[in-house]
Nanobody, 123 residues
Framework: QVQLVESGGGLVQPGGSLRLSCAAS????????MGWYRQAPGKERALVAT???????NYADCVKGRFAISRDNAKNTVDLQMNSLKPEDTAIYYC?????????????????WGQGTQVTVSS
């Protein structure tokens, strides 16, 4: 089976920085897009940033210029560098990946989610 495991969340003061990491493991053949989403209390899960296997990126308007997404295709990892953090960035951050995996003699594409990591921006 495939798993996504996130790390790097925590408590940071406004204006500070955090780096989130996500590693995919299991019977992985290929990974298409990877990304980060977040869900604040009382709100729906929303896109933060995505990156294709070729390195093309897409960001939510509210994080452009402050966050940077990157990935290592050889290690099946995706990172999110978050700078100039604001209290409104407080949320649970989820890693997401579209993965081609092997199950028995069958291969299939499936969207996977990590368990989430809490980011709290507060003084």
């Amino acid at each position: 089976q495939v798993q996504l495991v996130e790390s790097g969340g925590g408590l940071v003061q406004p204006g500070g920085s955090l780096r989130l990491s996500c590693a995919a493991s299991g019977s992985i053949i290929s990974i298409n897009a990877m990304g980060w989403y977040r869900q604040a209390p009382g709100k729906e899960r929303a896109l933060v940033a995505t990156i294709t296997s070729g390195g093309s990126t897409n960001y939510a308007d509210c994080v452009k210029g402050r966050f940077a997404i990157s990935r290592d295709n050889a290690k099946n990892t995706v990172d999110l560098q978050m700078n100039s953090l604001k209290p409104e960035d407080t949320a649970i951050y989820y890693c997401n990946a579209n993965i081609l995996s092997l199950f028995g003699a069958t291969t299939f594409w499936q969207n996977y989610w990590g368990q989430g990591t809490q980011v709290t921006v507060s003084s």
